[in-house]
Every structure is written in structure tokens, then in C-alpha cells.
């Protein structure tokens, strides 16, 4: 819940151009999803999507079953203000992702910059497990890497290299490709992350 009202509250009070996280082109995100060369109507879910434009490229390249989840419905709202009439296109999720309770399976899990925000091991164990069972294809994933910030929006998080973002999903997926990104937000600093890609393998 103390999340919840956090991200509320964020949504409710910062612009996009107030926030760290904001990409104006999600491209290394687009850059590992157009690899993977699934057809259009590929079940695509962006967890923790909030007001991110990646929704906008996937719709503009014709996708067409998108979902975006995330714990706060004023930043999803906010998205389908953006997206007028197309956002009848995609499927709105509000919920926490360790209580996350899916209807179908996915083929691509996108998820730039939630899972650092799972600090507790039951909390990893939770998104493992709902990714596990709910994942038919490919799981792209996004973190601060060892050499970026410890915190983010005032919560502490979990920084992973490629090693151990590897470790972490070792079980049931295997690794495709990992890499650096230096992401640069709207106030000009510079946040280094760790993506990955992995395969589902059981």
C-alpha cells in the first residue's frame, strides 16, 4: 500500500520532464524486441510501463494485443490521455507486480526499471515465480547496473549486474543477450543500466 501512494503521488505532482526515467525513444527497449521478430499479433506486457512511450512506437509498428501494467493508475492514465483513441488498442493493468494475477500468458515481458524496485527476497521470489508461470516467449528486463544510482524516486533498489541478472533467472530462462546502457534524463545526468534478454527454457 505505502507503495501505491508513493507512485500515486509521484504521477500526481512531477511531469515526464521531472522524472529520471523518462525516454523520449525507448530504443534499446525496441532494439531487443524487433530481434526477436514475432508477428504483430505477439502478446506483448510492459510491466511498469507508467507514462513510458514505448506503448506509442509498439502501436505505431502495428501491435496489436499490448498490455501495460502498473501500480499506479493516474500514470496509466495519464498514457491514455497521450494516446487519445488508441489507447482502446491496449489493455490498462493497475497492480502491483508481486500481486499480479494474469488472465493469458506473454510472449514478450518488457519490464525497464520495476524489478530493481524489489528489494526483499520474498519480493524476487514473488516476480519470479508470476514471470515463470506467465511467460511463453521472452523476457526483456532493465536495471541500474552496479555502476548506477542506489536509489531512485527517494525508494532504495537493487543494482544487478549482467551475472546476476543472470543468476536470477538461470532456472527457467536462458540468457540471449545481455548489455550496458547509459540512459540520459531530462536533468542531463547520466544513469547506467543493465539489460537482458532471456529465452524461456522450461
Known amino acids: 500500500m505505502e507503495r ?8 500526481e505532482t512531477k511531469k515526464p520532464s521531472e522524472v529520471s526515467w523518462t525516454q523520449e525513444n525507448p530504443k534499446t527497449s525496441l532494439d531487443f524486441i524487433h530481434k526477436i521478430h514475432l508477428d504483430k499479433t505477439a502478446k506483448i506486457i510492459d510491466i511498469g510501463g507508467g507514462d513510458s512511450n514505448l506503448v506509442d512506437f509498439l502501436l505505431a509498428v502495428g ?23 488508441n489507447a482502446e488498442k491496449v489493455t490498462w493493468i493497475v497492480s502491483d507486480i508481486t500481486e499480479f494475477k494474469p488472465e493469458t500468458a506473454y510472449d514478450i ?9 524489489l528489494t526483499t527476497a520474498e519480493q524476487i521470489k514473488k516476480y519470479a515465480e508470476i514471470a515463470q508461470k506467465w511467460i511463453n516467449g521472452f523476457l526483456i528486463i532493465g536495471t541500474f547496473s552496479e555502476n548506477g544510482p542506489k536509489k531512485c524516486s527517494g525508494l532504495d533498489i537493487k543494482q544487478y549486474s549482467e551475472l546476476e541478472m543472470e543468476k536470477q533467472f538461470a532456472e527457467h530462462f536462458k540468457k540471449l543477450k545481455c548489455s550496458s546502457e547509459d540512459h540520459i534524463t531530462p536533468f542531463e545526468t547520466k544513469q ?11
Open 4 to 11: 501505491k501512494i508513493h507512485w500515486e503521488t509521484v504521477y
Open 63 to 85: 501491435y496489436e494485443n499490448i498490455s501495460v501494467l502498473d501500480i499506479s493508475a493516474k500514470a496509466l492514465e495519464r498514457t491514455k490521455k497521450r494516446l487519445g483513441k
Open 109 to 117: 515481458w518488457h519490464d525497464r526499471a520495476t524489478f530493481h524496485f
Open 192 to 202: 547506467n543500466f543493465t539489460f537482458c534478454m532471456f529465452e524461456k527454457s522450461n
